[in-house]
């Protein structure tokens, strides 16, 4: 079952020490808002799949997009993501700022699985809000943090809009004022031969244009949602993955979830409680292990359509649909 106990949320100004109460609930494991130029970010633990886990659980995230890794400095960076010219070209001009870059993630990069959407680049950004900085600065690791508001919702950019959608879902709000820039951030794809501008945001097109050259510009098409991670193939594992298993063959392994007797190398268990929470945090990580045992097939059992539920289902889906 998922979390629907409220939390008491408490609200602390930017000074030290409500930074550091922040920075202290963060290494816990605990959902902080707080605010960056662009809008409030509701910020976990980058690294912890728990953490993660409970960012889609808060915002009731409808599937498990990618969320950008926030860093203290581009620095920091260089342990997570692998930078090429052009990318420190952006970086060294445009950070810290309204700028996130999605790079190919490295094999020993401890973010979570979860944030990245199971893919293989990272999106990750240097905000320019002196708390977020500050505050980044005393958690001392990434902290995935998308728009701290309920999926679907306007984005904050005062700390009552937080409060407004997430009371009773996030430990603590940073209050830091009005945001700046009052959009999301610019989100640049640096991971394949060409630039590509995933979203508009707080840094244009100009001023890419300008340090790279021709930036490619996605047509918008609803079955291909112009952000990392969206389309079916780049879910896919090498194995073929067949849904709402019973049963499995004899070059099948199963993923499944709940009480199950099942046991053994080719059995993972998402939750054996049943716990949506912990499912969305094994995900990612699950499917690959399966997918390294060279099986041909993956079969998954049925997982509950409801909260958390829904975005398993969804990225199950994607990871089953036929391939191109």
């Given at each position: ?58 915002k009731?995230?409808?599937s ?41 993630r ?99 097109i ?7 050259g ?78 390294r ?26 990871a ?5």
């Amino acid at each position: 079952m998922e979390s629907t106990d409220p939390i008491k949320t408490q609200i602390v100004d930017d000074g030290p020490a409500g930074i550091a109460r922040a920075a202290a609930l963060l290494r816990e494991g605990r959902l902080v808002a707080f605010p960056t130029e662009t809008v409030y970010g509701l910020g976990g633990d980058a690294t912890s799949d728990r953490a993660v886990a409970a960012i889609f659980e808060a915002k009731r995230r409808p599937s498990f997009n990618p969320l950008i890794s926030h860093l203290a400095d581009a620095e920091q960076a260089e342990d997570l993501v692998l930078f090429d010219d052009r990318a420190r070209r952006v970086a060294e001009t445009l950070w810290p700022g309204p700028l996130t870059l999605v790079l190919p993630r490295r094999a020993d990069s401890p973010v979570s699985l979860l944030a990245s959407a199971g893919l293989d680049s990272l999106a990750i950004r240097v905000p320019a809000h002196p708390a977020a900085r500050r505050l980044l600065a005393a958690v001392g690791r990434p902290v995935a943090a998308p728009s701290a508001n309920v999926s679907g919702a306007v984005s904050p950019t005062t700390p009552q809009h937080v409060l407004d959608g997430l009371s009773g879902r996030v430990s603590l709000v940073v209050a830091g004022g009005r945001c700046a820039v009052g959009l999301e951030s610019t989100v640049l794809d640096l991971t394949g031969e060409q630039p590509v501008l995933l979203r508009p945001g707080g840094v244009t097109i100009e001023e890419l244009t300008a340090l790279l050259g021709p930036i490619a510009v996605p047509e918008k098409d609803p079955d291909r949602p112009a952000s990392p991670g969206q389309l079916a193939s780049h879910y896919a594992p090498r194995a073929q993955v067949r849904l709402n298993a019973g049963a499995i063959g004899p070059d099948e392994v199963l993923l499944t979830f709940g009480p199950d007797l099942r046991s053994g190398p080719k059995v993972m268990n998402l939750s054996d409680k049943g716990d949506l929470a912990e499912a969305a945090a094994n995900l990612f990580a699950m499917l690959r292990a399966l997918d390294r045992t060279g099986a041909g097939t993956i079969a998954v059992a049925p997982i509950p359509e409801t909260g958390l539920g829904a975005a398993i289902n969804d990225r199950l889906r994607r990871a089953a649909a036929p391939r191109p």
